[in-house]
């Protein structure tokens, strides 16, 4: 008799749905760009000079603005995809205001496939909140070759 009675109480239990709370993800906005995504060639290196003056100048590294209202972003997803395909070398950042930076990501010669676009997630510093987004993408193997990238702030 126990044990039905431990039963029944564990399938009525089980029956019960709990509710889950939605996750709200919000675009963030590129640094210097218009919206939330970025379409980019991978440009030639830099080439430094002795004098310190670069000969070239790259655009490996994009920049999203954190907002700073209401900033209580649980967790950032960034999504790469490109139709070229191929290998890049990938770095994701979160930037802080005191001049810090985490580092989510690092791969070099990652293939990215043209149907199915590369996902990377990371979460703040527990106490602090980033100002930006960073993501690098570039390498030698990936010259000339057209990507996407987006950044959503998740709560």
């Known amino acids: 008799m126990f044990h ?9 239990l089980l029956g019960w749905q709990i509710p889950v709370l939605a996750e709200t993800c919000t675009p963030i906005l590129v640094v210097g760009g218009e919206g939330s995504t970025v379409t980019k060639t991978v440009s030639e290196p830099t080439i430094p000079t002795l004098f310190g003056v670069d000969i070239t100048r790259n655009n490996w590294n994009t920049d999203w603005a954190v907002p700073t209202e209401d900033n209580t972003f649980r967790r950032y997803l960034v999504e ?5 395909g191929g290998p890049f070398d990938l770095k994701m950042y979160l930037k802080y205001s005191d001049q810090t ?6 791969k070099e010669g990652l293939n990215i496939s043209k149907d199915k676009p590369l996902k990377i997630e990371s979460s703040p ?3 602090a909140q980033p100002y930006q987004v960073n993501l690098f993408v570039g390498g030698i193997e990936s010259l000339g070759k057209t ?9």
């Open 4 to 12: 039905r009675t431990v039963l029944g109480f564990f399938t009525l």
């Open 80 to 84: 790469v995809s490109s139709n070229d």
């Open 101 to 106: 930076a985490d580092l989510f990501f690092n």
């Open 125 to 127: 510093r527990p106490e």
């Open 147 to 155: 990507y996407t990238a987006t950044v959503m702030g998740c709560r």
